[in-house]
């Protein structure tokens, strides 16, 4: 009677690999690539490379452990959201508290130290702040507003009357006739009507026919004795 050979046991997968799936026309190198990117597989490494604690975690779980998680939070299920949302804000307020009493151990001798815990205490309570913010916007999100435009003028305007300025020649145009036009102004005025030029002889003296219109200064040598 001859005895069989003992059978060997089944090979366990290694917890610590990824499996990839290769899809028709896709190389090996872009399979991988693929892999890599997705995020329930670098969330699963970061986790369990964080997780040591609870001592050899398979990958493999890790990853399909997410990808449900994901696919529930897609179909629109964020009960999870919202408890992952309310219980880190308890942590970063855990962590607040423990920053804070570091530094009031700190004060009064060390107050490097104890401002060094303070503003990390700070820092995490801003965080706890903001986790609970995003929570409440999840709870409650905000109505979208479409506000329509109403263009309003208030306040004295400019009237501009001078030619379109889609043709530059007409402008140019336009404004050297109205500087020529400033220009003359003084002669149109003095020139009011046709034929009738300014008289730029030299004066003559008064006449003898109208004493009135004799000098101011012969007047007054005359009549007051040169004062």
């Known amino acids: ?3 069989s050979a003992p059978k060997k046991a089944a090979r366990k997968p290694n917890s610590n690999t990824v499996k990839v799936d290769q899809a028709d026309g896709d190389t090996r190198e872009k399979a991988i690539a693929s892999s890599v990117l997705r995020p329930s597989v670098n969330a ?8 040591t604690q609870f001592g050899d975690i398979d990958l493999h ?33 855990a962590i607040f508290n423990n920053l804070a009493r570091r530094s009031a151990l700190n004060m009064g001798e060390y107050m490097g130290a104890a ?5 990390l205490a700070l820092r995490a ?8 913010q995003t929570l409440g916007e999840l709870k409650n999100p905000q109505p979208v507003a479409f506000v329509k435009q109403a263009n309003i003028t208030s306040g004295p305007q400019q009237v501009n ?11 140019h145009a336009h404004a050297g006739a109205h500087a ?14 046709p034929h009738e030029q300014l008289d730029t002889r030299t004066p003559s ?13 012969a007047i007054d040598r005359t009549s007051h004795g040169g004062r």
């Open 1 to 3: 009677m001859t005895k």
């Open 44 to 51: 699963a490494v970061t986790i369990q490379q964080l997780s």
């Open 61 to 93: 779980a890790l990853i399909d452990a997410l990808s449900d998680h994901a696919k529930v939070a897609n179909d629109g299920d964020l009960k999870r959201a919202e408890g992952m949302l309310i219980i880190q804000a308890h942590t970063l307020d």
């Open 115 to 119: 401002e060094t815990y303070m503003k």
């Open 125 to 132: 309570q801003n965080q706890c702040r903001a986790t609970l």
């Open 161 to 171: 009357n001078g030619p379109p300025l889609g043709n530059p020649d007409e402008s």
């Open 180 to 193: 020529e036009k400033n220009l003359n102004q003084p002669n149109e005025l003095l020139e009011a009507q």
């Open 205 to 217: 003296a008064a006449g003898a026919v109208n004493p009135a219109m004799a000098t101011v200064g």
